[in-house]
Nanobody
Framework: QVQLVESGGGLVQAGGSLRLSCAAS????????MGWYRQAPGKQRELVAA???????TYADSVKGRFTISRDNTRNTVYLQMNSLKPEDTAVYYC??????????WGQGTQVSVSS
């Protein structure tokens, strides 16, 4: 079994930046699509950004132009660079990766808090 380990969350002022990372716990495992989701208190989990195995990104409208998703297939790692952060970006951020057998793996979540 493989686990996804996230890092990079924290507290930042509005307008600031954070970079999230999510790495697979072991090597020799390949993923298809990878992505980042977030869940704010009292709200449903929503897709923030996703990236295909070939590197094609998609973004939620709310983060377009501010967030950038990327991946390093040699390290089985996906990143989320978040710039111009807003208080409404405050949430727990989760990474997800789909294995070659279409099994979905989730990270444990990392808190991102943006103060105004």
């Amino acid at each position: 079994q493989v686990q996804l380990v996230e890092s990079g969350g924290g507290l930042v002022q509005a307008g600031g930046s954070l970079r999230l990372s999510c790495a697979a716990s072991r090597s020799g495992f390949s993923f298809n699509g990878m992505g980042w989701y977030r869940q704010a208190p009292g709200k449903q989990r929503e897709l923030v950004a996703a990236i295909s195995s070939g590197g094609r990104p998609t973004y939620a409208d709310s983060v377009k132009g501010r967030f950038t998703i990327s991946r390093d297939n040699t390290r089985n790692t996906v990143y989320l660079q978040m710039n111009s952060l807003k208080p409404e970006d405050t949430a727990v951020y989760y990474c997800k990766a789909r294995g070659s057998d279409y099994t979905d793996y989730w990270g444990q979540g990392t808190q991102v808090s943006v103060s105004s």
